[in-house]
């Protein structure tokens, strides 16, 4: 199964659902969707061809979870940075 067929069946696994009647925002939700699978599609042989473990490569749900994070939040996502006064301080609450 190659091409469009194979792009339906990932879209088709999580799509985007808008509560709206507007067809311009059905057709956007669309185009992402498609962008979404086709950049899966593309880093997953991307990781196949460097050798990753297959457990290692992300499955399509958290790879298009971790898109939307990077989009929302505008950049890599990182942990909280916690600031504590001196490092005594930060080694005692732990």
Not at 6 to 19: A, Q, T
Not at 38 to 54: F, H, Q, S, T, V
Not at 74 to 79: L, T
Request: hydrophobic letters at 40%.
């Amino acid at each position: 199964m190659e091409g469009i067929d194979r792009l339906d069946r990932i879209i088709g696994k999580y799509p985007m659902r808008g509560r709206t009647g507007k067809w311009t925002v059905r057709v956007i939700f669309h185009f992402f969707d498609c962008v979404a699978a086709l950049a899966w599609i593309e880093y997953r042989y991307d990781a196949m061809k460097l050798g990753r473990p297959r457990k290692l490569i992300k499955q399509y749900l958290d790879f298009k979870m971790n898109l939307a994070k990077y989009l929302i939040y505008g950049g890599p996502i990182r942990p909280p940075l916690v600031l504590c006064p001196s490092p005594s301080q930060c080694q005692q609450s732990t």
